[in-house]
């Protein structure tokens, strides 16, 4: 069964070639969220395996909706900025991509990590 | 002659003659000692108070002292004429008897400024009046036949005769008057201490002399009442009027004193100020006044650091130098009633304080400069971290989509070539939309074709990219310098943001002008109004922007009535 994912992110361009790489690579994309608050929302009645969730929106950030998430999805954090910007990870944060470098082995590779 | 000096004339002319009527009557009396002795000084001393009265109200017209010395000096000559034989005479003269006293007391209490500040002295000052012109003419009402010594005339003012209950009121007065004065007298002592040393040196002749006098009074008036001592009655009422005597004499060993005072405090001060030492110290000790402060004239009043200064309503002496006001002297509110005495002083230190005035405007333009330093960092930190936050929120993400689009593209190259196109054709337009964002955020940070081609042509593209009819009324012919027509350019820019974001209007116009050294540039509209700079980080950026090159900017904005943005920026 694919791994489900939610894309949560302010730039629709991003979530759509996002949405793009993702289910070329065999993932299922199953909602997209354009706020904080929309994402945990969709996250409540989806319950995704995985959160791909953006660092820096409007309204409530990429850490907070990460502290507020039910338990259960992994939460992947993904920013323009890259690691050396963003400082240190909470604990029930499974990783960090940068968004150039996004793609199914690089996911793969935080989730097993 | 002003009519106030034909008036003192008068007053001086009528007491030469009361008081010679005074030394006639004193002279041929059938009652009373040393009748030549006390005619002459008695005529003396009213013709002294009312003489010394009528200069110290020609020279302060304002001051009561005056006044007061003069009508001290009438009353006594008024209590003179109970020297006399006539019966008519003598009753007048009892009848104005002790007035005399409280117009004395009145005046030691008054004494400089003519003012009575403390209400216990005001309202001892009135009981004591009413002790004179009640209880005492009470007194003199009901006694037809009066006590004294030798044989004297009838009292014909006597309503009645009835010396019992006459005594009693007689007695009354006199303690009541003792009572009063003995407690104004403390006051005195007490306000003496409290005194600035300016109040104290102005005022110790005459004040010194009116508290022997009055402790004197004090005393006879206690002693005479509790009937205790002939002898010390007597002692006590020759101190006093000895005392009494000596005042007007008193009063111009002040005024000698003051003038001494004032020519050698001027060629002191000139040559302290040639010594180099503090100025602010030079004058304190030339005028007698350690609380003096100066305060110096840099566009408005700063003191010595250049911080900004209130002046207080009195006690100020301006400076002036070839004919412009260049500080001022904040001195003891008492020395405004030696202004000669200030200017003369201030005149000698205009020099030193006019190097003094340079030294505050300069520290107040470092402070100023320092000021707009700190805002100059504040505002370029603030435009760096909006130009960051744009470059991510815009060409960034676009580019990130662009790389993604590129290695989705590329990875589906041989697999699903048409997808591939597709991929391609899309990151093609991120890359153009991406491009333009980059644009505009250069164009935010310096229009180029301001540089290239001056201010019109850079207010015209902000014209033309208005969402409403925006009209150009008026531009600079030439250039003028570059930050001047940035920052006018900006101010434009900003402003018609704000019309089409808010202002709800229809209509606005653009004019930039050189007037009296100055760029003024004004954006008006006809929306709903109600701007306010405080609220949005907007205009208060501009506003910031401006007082770092010494420009200013003003918002009027009347709810439903449009619009004016207002600035002015030097331009030499």
């Known amino acids: 069964m694919a791994t489900t994912v939610l894309i949560v992110d302010d730039h629709p361009s991003f979530r759509s070639v996002a949405r793009m790489l993702l289910e070329a690579e065999g993932y299922e994309v199953v909602g997209e969220a354009p706020d904080g608050e929309q994402a945990l929302e969709l996250a409540r009645q989806l319950s995704p395996d995985v959160v791909l969730l953006d660092l820096n929106m409007p309204g409530i950030d990429g850490f907070e909706v990460a502290r507020r998430l039910p338990a259960g999805p992994a939460i992947v954090l993904v920013s323009s900025r890259d690691a050396r910007d963003i400082g240190p990870l909470d604990a029930n944060v499974m990783g960090f991509i940068a968004k150039g470098e996004l793609s199914g082995a690089s996911l793969r590779s935080v989730l097993s990590a | 002659m002003s009519s106030l000096r034909a008036r003192l004339w008068l007053l001086g002319v009528a007491g030469v003659a009361l008081a010679c009527t005074d030394l006639v009557l004193t002279v041929t009396s059938d009652h009373g000692q040393l009748r030549g002795l006390n005619g002459s000084l008695g005529a003396l001393t009213g013709v002294a108070f009312v003489g010394t009265g009528s200069f110290a109200w020609s020279r302060r017209p304002a001051n009561r002292v005056g006044a007061l010395m003069v009508a001290t000096g009438f009353a006594w000559l008024g209590a003179g004429l109970a020297q006399a034989n006539s019966p008519l005479l003598f009753s007048i003269g009892l009848v104005v008897g002790p007035l005399y006293l409280v117009l004395v007391t009145h005046l030691v209490l008054a004494f400089p400024d003519g003012q009575v500040t403390s209400r216990l002295a005001r309202r001892l000052l009135i009981a004591g009046y009413a002790d004179v012109l009640v209880v005492y003419e009470a007194w003199v009402l009901l006694d037809g036949h009066i006590r004294g010594e030798g044989s004297l005339p009838a009292n014909v003012l006597a309503i009645v005769h009835a010396p019992g209950v006459a005594g009693v009121f007689d007695v009354a007065s006199s303690a009541a008057g003792a009572v009063i004065i003995a407690i ?145 002297i904040l001195h003891d509110p008492q020395l405004d009633d030696e202004p000669e005495l200030v200017s003369a002083v201030a005149a000698a230190a205009a020099l030193a304080l006019e190097n003094e005035r340079l030294e505050a405007e300069l520290r107040a333009r470092v402070a100023e400069l320092q000021d707009s330093r700190a805002k100059l960092i504040e505002v370029s930190m603030a435009e760096r971290r909006s130009l960051e936050r ?183």
């Open chain 2, 184 to 328: 104004i007298v403390g006051i005195l002592v007490r306000g003496r201490r409290r005194a600035t040393p300016v109040v104290r040196h102005a005022a110790a002749p005459v004040l010194w002399t009116g508290l022997v006098c009055l402790t004197a009074v004090a005393l006879s008036l206690a002693i005479g009442s509790a009937s205790v001592s002939d002898i010390a009655h007597g002692i006590t009422g020759s101190i006093a009027m000895l005392a009494f005597l000596a005042l007007p004499f008193a009063f111009l060993v002040g005024i000698l004193r003051s003038r001494y005072a004032r020519a050698g405090a001027v060629s002191e001060l000139v040559g302290a100020l040639s010594s180099r030492a503090a100025l602010r110290d030079t004058l304190a000790d030339a005028l007698g006044d350690p609380s003096l402060r100066l305060v110096y004239w840099a566009g408005r009043w700063v003191d010595r650091e250049g911080r900004d200064v209130e002046l207080p309503d009195s006690g100020v002496t301006e400076v002036e130098r070839d004919g412009a006001c260049i500080g001022a």
């Open chain 2, 390 to 572: 744009d470059l991510h929120d815009g060409a960034q993400q676009r580019l990130v989509a662009l790389s993604l689009q590129v290695g989705l593209a590329r990875r589906k190259l041989h697999s699903d070539p048409l997808g591939a196109e597709q991929l391609l054709d899309r990151a093609g337009d991120e890359l153009r939309l991406a491009l333009e964002e980059l644009r505009e955020l250069a164009r935010g940070i310096h229009p180029a074709i301001l540089t290239d081609r001056g201010l019109p042509a850079a207010l015209q593209t902000l014209i033309d990219r208005a969402p409403l009819e925006v009209e150009l009324l008026n531009a600079p012919d030439g250039r003028l310098p570059a930050p001047v027509e940035a920052a006018a350019y900006f101010v434009v820019a900003e402003s018609l943001t704000n019309v089409a974001k808010y202002a709800q209007a229809r209509h606005a116009s653009v004019s930039v002008l050189r007037r009296n050294g100055h760029a003024v540039v004004e954006v008006r509209d006809d929306g709903v109004g109600g701007a306010d700079p405080e609220v949005g980080t907007g205009l208060r950026g501009l506003a910031d922007r401006l007082t770092i090159i010494d420009g200013r900017l003003d918002v009027l904005s009347p709810p439903g009535a449009g619009t004016i943005i207002r600035a002015q920026i030097p331009c030499a």
